[in-house]
């Protein structure tokens, strides 16, 4: 057993947001959350610009925004091919080190698990179970394996209760009837209680001064039951079906306070505990943006020949064909290849008369897109589709801006566009379905931490907020600044922020690389999640 004192507890609610946790304290059904944030520090955490579990997860864990640590989607897109592609964002695309990593490097234990784009694992002195890794190689993805073989021992880790039932997932994200729901939830009831003890088992049997898990079944039953928990709609939603669903959402929540007051206690009392989410959540409107059909009535894309028309109000396919394989490439100039990162890319030619715009015509043909996107009004609500679209030196400026999608577009009610192809490019949504919201939150708690209410955080800031609890030096390249005013004045005064001069160094040397076996298992995760 380590010697380590836990110093710093970081709990993450993927998703979560004070519109719906409010509710909930106020309604009784998540009391320690509410006392915490009662008597400890609360702000809202300003996400990424376009609020997406892989880069967001990535600026919290690194302090770097996306065009500097090189995550931009679930995926990395290829362009450098006659025929455009994608595979799969991996922890190599991690061009910086995390907060585990730098802690780590400092002579300090790390723990995390489940977070996004940590598979294959970048050893540090701690404890690696990363997410969005099938069931199937879960198991042999754990570093070190040591705490593998102490985990099956104590019968905790289970991967098929840890993982996600693919063809299941497929069916949900693209959205469930009302009868549907009730498995899905209980899925994730289940799967959550499973990551929870395998943290319980690590803080008892290996602790780390830093231990950090993410709690992803918020945000995957926020999609789906939004209606059926949010005040301003739930009341709207009678019968037996929701009633019973509602119950279950309840319950997930309650467990999930329930955990947060466990890991506390566990943690001790000297540790400093961090409550935060990537994004917020908010109900989507009732129409779905099919940007690449808009782009075909542009003449900027061409489909292949038999390429169905969507009825079904889909943002991807549910079977295993990449958008990519839909598309006539020498007929298209821009493309959405993705619904989550609600980019379009743009095609540059390599050479006279190639598929694609020529480079010197590049920045009029953008601008002619952004002008169209923005004066794209929506027939039925006579309200404006998008409501801002970034180019890429503006969303995300850094080192790997010439990674990131040509332009990220924000729908008016932050909805995630489609990708299929369909007979006009606003269609209504078949189900209730809700959406990320840029406003998530973050909550701090114990020994040193003030009681009140912050500014404005930005998702940044969650880093170096970290380090500093941890005692340790924030390197000066960090973009995210200490959220000094969640800190009690004596507190702060005893400990100030310490600067670290030099390099962290570019977390991506000592990657390892997928095998084709990993990287196939995990691309089919991703598209079981219906973003692809």
Same mark, same amino acid.
């Given at each position: 057993m380590s010697e380590s004192k836990i110093r710093t507890l970081i709990i993450g609610?993927? /998703? &979560?947001?004070?519109?719906?946790?409010?509710?909930?304290?106020?309604?009784?059904?998540?009391?320690?959350? /509410?006392?915490?944030?009662?008597? /400890?520090?609360?702000?809202?955490?300003?996400?990424?610009? @376009?609020?997406?579990?892989?880069?967001?997860?990535?600026?919290? =864990?690194?302090?770097?925004s996306p065009g500097n640590h090189g995550v931009f989607d679930f995926i990395r897109v290829d362009r450098g091919t006659d025929k455009p592609s994608y595979t799969l964002a991996t922890s190599a695309d991690v061009m910086v080190p995390t907060i585990w990593q730098i802690a780590s490097d400092a002579g300090l234990r790390a723990t995390t698990l489940n977070f996004p784009v940590t598979f294959p694992v970048k050893p540090i002195d701690g404890t690696v179970i990363p997410g969005y890794v099938p069931w199937s190689y879960l198991g042999r993805a754990i570093h070190p394996r040591e705490s593998f073989k102490m985990l099956k021992a104590e019968g905790v880790f289970k991967a098929s209760e840890m993982s996600t039932d693919w063809q299941h997932e497929r069916k949900a994200?693209?959205?469930? &009837?009302?009868?549907?729901?009730?498995?899905?939830?209980?899925? @994730?009831? =289940?799967?959550?209680?499973?990551?929870?003890?395998?943290m319980m088992t690590l803080m008892d049997k290996e602790p780390s001064e830093l231990c950090s898990v993410l709690f992803d079944g918020v945000d995957r039953i926020q999609h789906l039951c939004w209606h059926l928990v949010d005040p301003a709609t739930r009341d709207d939603y009678t019968g037996e079906a929701a009633a019973r669903t509602r119950d279950l959402v309840l319950q997930y929540f309650r467990n999930v306070d329930g955990y947060i007051d466990r890991m506390i206690k566990a943690a001790g009392p000297e540790a400093q505990v961090f409550v935060v989410s990537d994004h917020g959540f908010t109900r989507s409107g009732r129409r779905i943006f099919y940007a690449n059909t808009w782009l075909e009535q542009m003449g900027h894309l061409g489909w292949v020949e038999g390429t169905p028309l969507d009825d079904q109000g889909r943002v991807a396919l549910d079977e295993n064909t990449e958008a990519s394989t839909l598309i006539d490439w020498s007929r298209t100039n821009a493309y959405a290849l993705s619904s989550s990162s609600n980019a379009i890319f743009i095609r540059q030619a390599e050479e006279p008369g190639a598929p694609g715009v020529p480079p010197q015509e590049y920045d009029a043909f953008r601008a002619r897109l952004i002008e169209g996107l923005l004066a794209l009004i929506d027939p039925v609500t006579g309200k404006p589709v998008i409501s801002r679209v970034f180019t890429r030196e503006e969303a995300f400026p850094g080192t790997h801006t010439d990674r990131a999608p040509d332009l990220t577009l924000m729908l008016h009610d932050y909805s995630f566009l489609s990708v299929l192809r369909a007979d006009a490019p606003l269609k209504d949504r078949m189900v209730p379905y809700a959406t990320h919201h840029p406003d998530g939150i973050f909550v701090a708690t114990g020994p040193g931490i003030a009681k009140i209410a912050l500014e404005p955080l930005q998702i940044a800031d969650v880093a170096p907020t970290a380090l500093h609890s941890l005692g340790l030096a924030v390197p000066e390249e960090i973009e995210g600044r200490v959220a000094e005013a969640a800190f009690a004045s004596d507190w702060q005064a005893e400990n100030p922020v310490r600067m670290a001069q030099g390099t962290a160094g570019t977390g991506a040397a000592d990657a390892a690389t997928l095998d084709e076996d990993a990287e196939a298992q995990i691309r089919e995760r991703l598209k079981s999640l219906g973003y692809l």
């Amino acid at each position: 057993m380590s010697e380590s004192k836990i110093r710093t507890l970081i709990i993450g609610l993927d /998703g &979560a947001t004070y519109d719906l946790l409010d509710p909930l304290v106020a309604e009784g059904v998540m009391p320690v959350l /509410g006392e915490i944030m009662e008597q /400890g520090a609360r702000g809202i955490l300003r996400s990424t610009i @376009h609020p997406l579990t892989p880069p967001a997860w990535t600026t919290m =864990t690194t302090g770097r925004s996306p065009g500097n640590h090189g995550v931009f989607d679930f995926i990395r897109v290829d362009r450098g091919t006659d025929k455009p592609s994608y595979t799969l964002a991996t922890s190599a695309d991690v061009m910086v080190p995390t907060i585990w990593q730098i802690a780590s490097d400092a002579g300090l234990r790390a723990t995390t698990l489940n977070f996004p784009v940590t598979f294959p694992v970048k050893p540090i002195d701690g404890t690696v179970i990363p997410g969005y890794v099938p069931w199937s190689y879960l198991g042999r993805a754990i570093h070190p394996r040591e705490s593998f073989k102490m985990l099956k021992a104590e019968g905790v880790f289970k991967a098929s209760e840890m993982s996600t039932d693919w063809q299941h997932e497929r069916k949900a994200v693209q959205g469930l &009837a009302e009868n549907q729901l009730d498995d899905w939830v209980q899925f @994730h009831i =289940t799967r959550e209680e499973r990551w929870f003890q395998t943290m319980m088992t690590l803080m008892d049997k290996e602790p780390s001064e830093l231990c950090s898990v993410l709690f992803d079944g918020v945000d995957r039953i926020q999609h789906l039951c939004w209606h059926l928990v949010d005040p301003a709609t739930r009341d709207d939603y009678t019968g037996e079906a929701a009633a019973r669903t509602r119950d279950l959402v309840l319950q997930y929540f309650r467990n999930v306070d329930g955990y947060i007051d466990r890991m506390i206690k566990a943690a001790g009392p000297e540790a400093q505990v961090f409550v935060v989410s990537d994004h917020g959540f908010t109900r989507s409107g009732r129409r779905i943006f099919y940007a690449n059909t808009w782009l075909e009535q542009m003449g900027h894309l061409g489909w292949v020949e038999g390429t169905p028309l969507d009825d079904q109000g889909r943002v991807a396919l549910d079977e295993n064909t990449e958008a990519s394989t839909l598309i006539d490439w020498s007929r298209t100039n821009a493309y959405a290849l993705s619904s989550s990162s609600n980019a379009i890319f743009i095609r540059q030619a390599e050479e006279p008369g190639a598929p694609g715009v020529p480079p010197q015509e590049y920045d009029a043909f953008r601008a002619r897109l952004i002008e169209g996107l923005l004066a794209l009004i929506d027939p039925v609500t006579g309200k404006p589709v998008i409501s801002r679209v970034f180019t890429r030196e503006e969303a995300f400026p850094g080192t790997h801006t010439d990674r990131a999608p040509d332009l990220t577009l924000m729908l008016h009610d932050y909805s995630f566009l489609s990708v299929l192809r369909a007979d006009a490019p606003l269609k209504d949504r078949m189900v209730p379905y809700a959406t990320h919201h840029p406003d998530g939150i973050f909550v701090a708690t114990g020994p040193g931490i003030a009681k009140i209410a912050l500014e404005p955080l930005q998702i940044a800031d969650v880093a170096p907020t970290a380090l500093h609890s941890l005692g340790l030096a924030v390197p000066e390249e960090i973009e995210g600044r200490v959220a000094e005013a969640a800190f009690a004045s004596d507190w702060q005064a005893e400990n100030p922020v310490r600067m670290a001069q030099g390099t962290a160094g570019t977390g991506a040397a000592d990657a390892a690389t997928l095998d084709e076996d990993a990287e196939a298992q995990i691309r089919e995760r991703l598209k079981s999640l219906g973003y692809l």
